[in-house]
């Protein structure tokens, strides 16, 4: 096992969050979306799913009350930001920037129910930023 993934399992195994179930689901269908080019690490204290080396997306689990998905092309901003186009057909996305977005679930049911559809938005974003 890589040390990514021994950290993450790490990490997992110690996990106390309301929506962990809704993590474990989200983590699982990430991964599947295209298991040679996705891999996961643990960033900000999170999960963080990883796209041929560049990091894209980053579950942030703080507060504790809700879910967020940051979806983004790096921990600093690119020059080319303003160039950088991804269309949101969910509409769900709430834009911090040119080329940074947040996906915010409050309810765990609803996050639950979604993830089929956040793994895809996720794998989505993956394609656009490379």
């Known amino acids: 096992m890589a040390r990514a993934e021994a950290d993450i399992e790490s990490y997992m195994a110690a996990l106390e969050?309301?929506?962990?179930?809704?993590i474990e689901a989200l983590r699982q269908a990430v991964l599947a979306q295209d298991p040679n080019r996705i891999t996961e690490s643990v960033k900000w204290n999170a999960p963080?799913?990883?796209y041929d080396g560049e990091d894209r997306a980053t579950l942030?689990?703080?507060?504790?009350?809700?879910?967020?998905?940051?979806?983004h092309r790096g921990a600093k901003a690119r020059s080319d930001a303003s160039e950088f186009a991804f269309a949101d057909p969910s509409g769900t996305l709430r834009w911090l920037g040119a080329d940074r977005a947040l996906l915010v679930f409050p309810e765990r049911e609803d996050a639950l129910a979604r993830v089929p559809a956040t793994a895809e938005l996720i794998h989505s974003w993956m394609r656009a930023c490379s």
């Open 17 to 22: 969050h309301p929506f962990k179930e809704v």
């Open 48 to 50: 963080n799913f990883v």
């Open 60 to 71: 942030r689990l703080q507060p504790g009350n809700r879910l967020e998905v940051v979806l």
